[in-house]
């Protein structure tokens, strides 16, 4: 199949930051072929053009924290705090998910995503039906880092969790399918929830398996409230990302959603380890968590990307 986007502005995004105007993109088979300047004495035989004059074209957006299993659940949680929001609605409607049910539910956010800008997601799911919203991403041409939710704690609900050694084996079976999958478009990211939900164990195998799998990351919340961080001061004896590189878990292959609330100690730790941030600004003022500081991370050149979370906490998947 053959494409011409011709004669559009386009934004390159590269070091340079270079624009290309009355430019044309030529595609075959969902590939970029060629970049041509206007004018230009090369042909292009096309089944389907599109006229992008007085366009502008722009490489895809990339969020980093999305949950496209929570999609169906937009306008059904407001005016909740962080653990009441899970404890009372995202939990309970996670675990009354069937395959169908999760399927449409990552389709119709991809939709959304799509119709948006965002070409590439790194996603979170729930325990169960992992593999349906692997096949939506994968049958809609998405790139994305995928990963189970993997919870063996849960005193918040406890009907939404698994033992530890079940969560780590379907997670290592998921990742040994479908890492590197559909042409390399899906990549595998272990996703133990966060610290309240997770045994020390499991989050340290999960950590160790990312190992073995050349590209893989991993992918987790933190710090995002303030009594979430009580808690976990409460258990761990120390704050969340202290707690995190005590078990080890904070490296380059690390990205660590919300970071709203960090002590001193722990922006050091983040820029020695070289961690990443998925910034997710308008769920966390949603459920009021309060506001990172991204300009102190960026001026310690703490590696800071954007996400959407998910739809019930945003509303929106627009990014």
């Not at 919203?133 to 063996?152: N, S």
């Not at 990205?255 to 966390?284: D, G, Q, R």
Request: charge should be negative; include cysteine.
């Amino acid at each position: 199949m053959a494409l011409l986007i011709k004669d559009g502005t386009i934004l390159t995004a590269n070091e340079k930051g270079n624009v290309l105007f009355n430019t044309s993109i030529k595609i075959e088979n969902g590939l970029i072929r060629a970049i041509i300047p206007q004018n230009s004495p090369e042909t292009f035989d096309s089944s389907d053009v599109i006229d992008a004059r007085n366009f502008v074209i722009i490489p895809g957006f990339v969020q980093t924290h999305v949950h496209l299993c929570q999609t169906l659940f937009r306008g059904l949680a407001d005016d909740l705090p962080l653990l009441d929001w899970l404890r009372l609605k995202i939990f309970p409607m996670e675990a009354a998910h069937n395959k169908h049910s999760m399927y449409l539910s990552a389709l119709l956010g991809i939709a959304e995503l799509i119709r948006s800008g965002t070409t590439t997601i790194m996603d979170m799911g729930s325990i169960n039906h992992e593999e349906e919203i692997i096949q939506a991403i994968g049958e809609t041409g998405l790139r994305a880092f995928v990963g189970k939710a993997m919870m063996d704690v849960n005193d918040i609900y406890p009907r939404l969790k698994e033992s530890t050694v079940d969560s780590f084996r379907s997670t290592r079976d998921l990742a040994e399918r479908w890492h590197n999958s559909y042409n390399e478009r899906i990549h595998y990211a272990v996703a133990p929830r966060f610290v309240l939900s997770c045994s020390d164990k499991l989050m340290k195998d999960a950590h160790e398996l990312i190992q073995n799998y050349p590209g893989m990351l991993y992918h987790t919340h933190a710090s995002e409230n303030k009594a979430e961080i009580k808690k976990v001061r409460e258990r761990c004896k120390m704050d969340n990302i202290e707690f995190l590189h005590h078990l080890g878990l904070l490296s380059k292959h690390s990205c660590l959603a919300h970071c709203v609330h960090l002590n001193e100690n722990e922006y050091t730790l983040l820029k020695s380890t070289n961690a990443k941030i998925a910034h997710c600004p308008s769920s966390n003022m949603k459920l009021g968590s309060g506001i990172a500081n991204v300009p102190k991370l960026l001026d310690m050149k703490i590696t800071v990307s954007l996400g959407a979370d998910g739809a019930p906490c945003n509303n929106t998947l627009d990014i």
